[in-house]
């Protein structure tokens, strides 16, 4: 029986691409594990192997975990939908959170290469860059080459110090070391701006 519009987009020579008819291992595979997969996959074995990723080299996830292999209507053959399959294992990202962090609603991607990454935790970017991609600098770091005191435009009541470092403490600070928090949050933060939506704590 055919897969019809579901099919394995890499199987171009049909059951057999996989499966042998007097093969040893389970469901007649070639192979068993990801090395099936990595056969054909060789941009998704790389990303295996960065310092960052899910542990399928170890052993302890296979890539059947995530995908249905004979096709599904979803995208690249997730079981279910991407976030969906995420959460089946991390459930306490899920929330719902007062104090919701919007792509996490979204779609985990936006922040996380599923594979592996250089970066820590699957970030598809090191922090603060991750963050920088959506979001703009606090105004105390954004002024740069400035040895003065200001006020802030959109709250003139506050304000604070910047100094000709401003824009390196910027780039060489996590913003996870505040916004420990960054899935969501029951708990409102005790910044003034952020009207208790700042994700710290």
């Not at 099936?36 to 542990?55: D, K, N, Y």
């Not at 052993?59 to 995420?86: M, P, T, W």
């Not at 990202?93 to 592996?116: R, S």
């Amino acid at each position: 029986a055919g897969f019809g519009d579901d099919h394995h987009p890499m199987t171009d020579g049909g059951c057999s691409d996989c499966h042998v008819a007097h093969s040893d291992e389970p469901m007649l595979v070639k192979k068993t594990g990801e090395a099936l997969c990595f056969e054909c996959h060789l941009e998704t074995m790389a990303q295996f192997r960065m310092p960052s990723h899910h542990p399928v080299r170890e052993g302890f996830l296979e890539c059947s975990d995530c995908h249905s292999v004979h096709g599904k209507k979803q995208a690249q053959f997730v079981g279910i939908d991407d976030r969906e399959e995420c959460l089946g294992c991390h459930t306490e990202k899920q929330g719902p959170f007062i104090f919701e962090h919007e792509p996490v609603n979204e779609d985990c991607k936006i922040c996380h290469n599923p594979h592996g990454s250089v970066a820590n935790n699957l970030l598809k970017q090191a922090e603060p860059f991750v963050c920088l991609s959506c979001h703009p600098m606090h105004f105390h770091t954004a002024i740069t080459g400035l040895d003065s005191d200001f006020s802030a435009p959109l709250y003139p009541g506050l304000g604070g110090t910047s100094t000709k470092d401003a824009f390196k403490k910027a780039m060489l600070t996590k913003c996870t070391q505040c916004h420990s928090q960054v899935h969501g949050s029951d708990l409102p933060s005790q910044g003034i701006t952020s009207l208790g939506q700042g994700l710290t704590r």
